[in-house]
């Protein structure tokens, strides 16, 4: 018989044992401080940890914004609150409230007196609304029980976090399931002098303390047309230098009509064109230096704000990722995951900007995280369908679109196979303005031989607006037979697209006249 001493030993060791099982099979999720963290506050990411703290799970929040090239920082929120889509719909409208004035006196309004715009006060009057939008985002968090972090969060390995405050202050904590919803931010050309220090994006151009004069916009993207839109009807002198298409990844055709009425409204494209530096003069403008990638031959001029935006890049590199084992894209350097968003380590998501191959729209993001707590925590099976998923571009005319444009229909389905239906039209209000409707177009892609409707494109006042009831029935899989025979509103912009009935087959006229 063993001593009495080592008997008790063994008692205690097989009490720890037991302790150690028992809390094993109780909840694998005790081990760790939360059941959910999210490393991001932007719109996905706030979508899915308040969804997911709906089921009673532990979450929290991981937010922390590094100062743009110029210094610009902001708050919980993410791109679409502070220096997208927000500020930037609101500039839309101040720039078509300008223009609304300007056609005015013809429906009857007499504005006496010298009319001008004070950007100052614009700016003001967006970034409180952009910062009481910050703290709705805190409170709901708080009201949810969601724990907030103004930090920035690195990985340890698959279930830790460094967690580092701006004041340098480090804490590590621990997570059963870890969302990756950082987004990105605008990319500046490595190669071109001057620009990452003289020049300003999408993160700054919002909260200018002062009006930005003569601007060029480098870019031809939908971030690079809106803002080029809005500055334009501001009554700036604004360029936009394009190295190549108009809006690539939407319908080209589209694309060049949005270019083509901001070219007639005023605003100057400089095209196949790219910039090789930018030096800045002792008066503060910037000499900005060019080529023309068809002649060869240089150009110069002055301008007192240069934009990039030239596209977004995901903000992965202090993630550390290599030390939870998730994959990226080599080329794209986002975030590969499957169609339940789920990364290379089975234990973490990625959702929104930052993944590879995804749309990066504000309403996805969200969308795909709610969807993806409800599976993590709830019954839910559903997964985030990426198909005829609807957007608008805010320019002066505003373009929107839900599923294939026609040059993605044309290469899916071949020529043969594809019937486009489609009409210039004229809005009513632009009848007593006498303002040029010759870019204002419909087209309806659809499949020849079922029907179905493959893509809707709307160029005209309030497109956004059109667009969304058309999206529903689009995800319900409309046909031009239903759309056709679905009875219009009148007098609106949105009738013209259930009148469609003129082919580009056809070769017909497709301009709309009367009722």
Known sequence: MLPTRHLRRLDIIRRHLQQHNARKVSSNAEEYDYDLVVIGGGSGGLSCAKEGAQFGKRVAVLDYVSASAQGTTWGLGGTCVNVGCIPKKLMHHAAQLGDAIEVSEKYGWIISGEVSHSWETLVQHVQNHVKSLNWGHRVQLQEKSVKYFNANGAFQDNHTIKATSKDGKEMFITAENIVIAVGGRPKYPEN?????????SSDDIFSLSKPPGKTLV?????????????????????SVMVRSVFLRGFDQQMGNLVAANMQCNGTRFIEKSVPTAIEKNQDGTLQVEWKNLESG?????????????????PETLFLQLDNAGVAINVNSRKIIVDENERTSASNIYGIGDVIHNRPELTPVAIMAGKCLARRLFGASTQIMDYTKIPTTVFTPLEYSTVGLSEEDALMKYG????EVYHAYYKPLEYTVAEKDASQCYIKAVCDRHNNTVLGLHF???????????FAAAMACGL??????????IHPTGAEEIVKLNITKRSGEDPTVTGC
């Open 297 to 313: 031959y240089t150009h110069r001029d002055l301008f007192d704000t240069v934009m990039f935006a030239i596209g977004r890049e």
């Open 459 to 469: 160029l005209g006042p309030h497109a956004g607006e059109v667009m969304q009831g």
């Open 479 to 488: 046909s031009y037979d239903q759309l056709s025979s679905t009875i219009g």
């Open 192 to 200: 071109v002098p001057g620009a990452v220090e003289y020049c300003v």
């Open 415 to 418: 020529d043969e196979n594809i």
């Open 218 to 238: 480098v870019g031809a993207s939908y971030v690079a047309l809106e803002c080029a839109g809005f500055l334009n009807g501001l009554g700036f002198d604004t």
